[in-house]
């Protein structure tokens, strides 16, 4: 996971280069959220998972307005 230097290296360069693409394929609206997924996960070494959400008997949708998922 994320927790490997090398491996988190490549995670936070994978999410620079997506970010930069999004403009010049015509997605520059995700920018932002991009830059708060890799905000809260990938620059802090973080998955998802390492989350627990609110209330387990939500289903699988807990979270996601959170995230600007839905």
């Given at each position: 996971?994320?927790?490997?230097?090398?491996?988190?290296?490549?995670a936070r360069r994978c999410f620079e280069a997506a970010r930069d693409a999004?403009?010049?394929l015509?997605?520059?609206p995700l920018v932002p959220l991009v830059d708060a997924y890799?905000?809260?996960f990938v620059t802090r070494g973080r998955c998802p998972?390492?989350?627990?959400?609110?209330?387990p008997d939500a289903g699988a949708?807990?979270?996601?307005?959170?995230?600007g998922w839905m």
């Open positions: 996971g994320l927790a490997d230097p090398l491996l988190a290296r490549a999004l403009p010049r015509g997605a520059a890799a905000e809260r998972a390492d989350e627990r959400p609110l209330d949708d807990a979270g996601k307005e959170e995230y």
